[in-house]
């Protein structure tokens, strides 16, 4: 019966395999069609969030700068950026980290302000210097309390 049939068609059809393998070729293309027109879509702002916790949790500290504290008006929203530097093995990086979402933890910034930059040791163009977890500006300069130590060279009677 499928003698019959496969006589019917053209060559590269006539094998059982060959059309196993069309058809199994067919179906995955067609799954992946699928997949990828009822995937959820990531937003932008969720992208940059998992970032930020995976060097907020995982990437190493050096010392940075601020170069410029700024706002930019574009597409009809104020986006706050800061612009900073540092310096790995010899090599300057001059960044900027878009910090609008994160205005509960970035005030009172100013030029020229030391801070801590978060890094991948992998790529050590990908940094941050503030996130939800973790911050690596100098805000406020607060006074340590430390209690009075006895002088060790008096003695006390």
């Known amino acids: 019966m499928l003698a019959a049939i496969a006589s ?3 060559l590269p059809f006539r094998s059982t395999r060959s059309v196993a393998a069309y058809a199994v070729g067919a179906a995955a293309v067609a799954g992946i069609a ?6 959820k879509k990531i937003d932008p702002e969720e992208i940059e969030r998992q970032r ?18 700024f706002l930019q008006t574009g597409e009809g929203a104020e986006r706050r950026i ?10 300057s990086y001059e960044c900027a980290q ?5 205005t509960e933890h970035v005030h009172d910034i ?16 990908n940094s941050i210097i ?14 340590i309390d430390v209690a009075p130590t006895p002088d060790r060279n008096s003695t006390a009677l």
């Not at 699928?34 to 995937?39: D, F, G, I, V």
């Not at 800061?82 to 090599?91: F, L, T």
């Not at 878009?98 to 994160?102: C, P, Q, R």
């Open 52 to 69: 930020r916790d995976l060097l907020a949790n995982t990437g190493r500290i050096t010392d940075g700068t601020i170069t410029d504290p």
């Open 98 to 102: 878009d910090v609008t979402t994160l």
């Open 82 to 91: 800061i612009v900073y530097n540092y310096r790995i093995a010899g090599v």
């Open 110 to 125: 100013r030029a020229d302000l030391p801070v801590q930059v978060r890094y991948d040791p992998h790529n050590p163009g």
């Open 34 to 39: 699928l997949y990828a027109l009822t995937r």
């Open 8 to 10: 019917l068609f053209s």
């Open 130 to 143: 503030v996130a939800e977890v973790w911050s690596g500006l100098r805000l406020a300069t607060h006074a």
